[in-house]
Each structure stands twice: as C-alpha cells, then as structure tokens.
C-alpha cells in the first residue's frame, strides 16, 4: 500500500468549505484511496472512496489530480461536529486490511 | 442492525493476566479487524480475518490471539497482559472492503497494570 501524507492540523470556520489534503505520490494504478474520520473517542467512520474520478456522496466530495499523486476531500459547509482527526488512505483493491496513519486534526471554528 | 458490538467498554486487568475482547457484528460481513488505538497515535491493525476460519496477522500481532469460528464473531485474546497493551482496542467489519469501507465498534478501553 503506498505512503500517505497529511498535514498534522488545519483549522476551518464554521459554515465554509473545509479542504483536507492528501499526498500519495508512490500511488499505483489499482490502489483506491479512502477516507476515514474519527471523532474524539469514537471508532473511525467512513466518509468516501475513488480511483481516478472525482467522487461525491452526502458527507463529502473526493477530489483526486489526474496524475492521482494527491487528493482532497472536502467538506462543503463544515459544521462545529466535523472538529475530528481525519485519516485518508491508499490501498489496493485485493488487500483487506486498512493501515491509519495520524491523520489530520481538523478543528471546525465558530 | 446493532453493527459492530464489542465488549467490555473497560477493563483494568493485573500484569500477567488474560482475558478476551469479545467482537460481534450482525450485518453478516466476512472481512473484520482489530486495531489498537495508542494515545495521540493513529490505529494500528493487530490481525484480520477475511472470512470463518481464516485470520492472519497485521502490524503488531505480538501477544494477541484471534481466531474466528462464525462468520458473526471475532474475539481478540490477550495472552499474558502487559502495561504495553494499555490501550484502545477497536474492531471493525466490512461486506466488501474494496467498495464499502469498514464500519467500527465503539471500542474497549483496557488498562494494564
């Protein structure tokens, strides 16, 4: 499964769109990535995936760049119960297990 | 659906001590996982199983045992508990791990001492 780099923490005000980046640049072509989030204390929950096209469902849209090296998952309009640390992930399509990293610390402003 | 069940939410056990976390998913999903969750760190996988009578090992299988008999429950045992096991322990069941993602427990808190 390739590397995944995230910032450690970003803040977004309440209200406004939250854009969480992901670097993955030793991606290879059969590996999807996926995101997770985990809200303070709680099991991790899961948001969105893709392959090569953007992607959208009711928590959020997944962007990822033509050359598939990075991706962001945005959150349209934050709300104050979107503060969580939020995991994303690159793992290929045979594989069953997932492997977190720290994620980034999002922390939604009112 | 209840989803994924694990229990005890906490448990303080001795040194040398060991025990069972029990797991229990009722969405009928072959694949499930354990995790553990140590403070200010992400999760790491401790074994898997892809279906009834299949496991294997993820990063840190040292000291835990699984096994999975149906296709319902997933226990993860501690041998011979140490204060390194303190941690969050978290278990997690997919259908279909390419398409769906896992759905998680709520976890165990355990602490060693």
């Known amino acids: 499964d390739a590397k995944t780099t995230q910032p450690t923490s970003m803040d977004c005000a309440e209200g406004r769109a939250a854009n969480l980046p992901c670097n993955h640049s030793?991606?290879?072509?059969?590996?999807?990535v996926y995101w997770y989030r985990q809200i303070h204390s709680q099991g991790p929950q899961y948001i969105i995936h893709?392959?090569?096209n953007n992607e959208t469902n009711e928590m959020a849209s997944l962007i990822i760049t033509e050359d598939r090296k990075s991706s962001t998952l945005i959150l349209p309009h934050a709300t104050l119960r979107d503060t969580a640390v939020y995991y994303c992930i690159a793992r290929g399509n045979t594989g069953n297990q997932f492997y977190f990293g720290t994620g980034t610390s999002l922390t939604v402003i009112p | 659906n209840a989803g994924v069940t694990q229990t005890p939410k906490f448990q303080v056990l001795k040194t040398g001590q060991s025990m069972t976390l029990q797991c229990a998913q009722d969405m009928n999903h072959e694949y499930m996982s354990w995790y553990r969750q140590d403070p200010g760190m992400g999760l790491r996988l401790i074994h898997y199983s892809v279906g009834a009578g299949i496991t294997d090992q993820g990063e840190v299988p040292n000291g835990y045992n699984v096994s999975r008999s149906t296709t319902e429950d997933f226990p993860l045992r501690l041998l011979s508990a140490a204060p390194s096991q303190t941690s969050v322990y978290f278990c997690?069941?997919?259908?279909?791990?390419?398409?769906?993602?896992?759905?998680f427990g709520s976890g165990t808190r355990l602490t060693v001492v």
């Open positions: 893709g392959l090569k």
């Open positions: 997690a069941s997919s259908r279909d791990t390419a398409n769906y993602g896992y759905t």
């Open positions: 030793t991606i290879s072509g059969n590996e999807y």
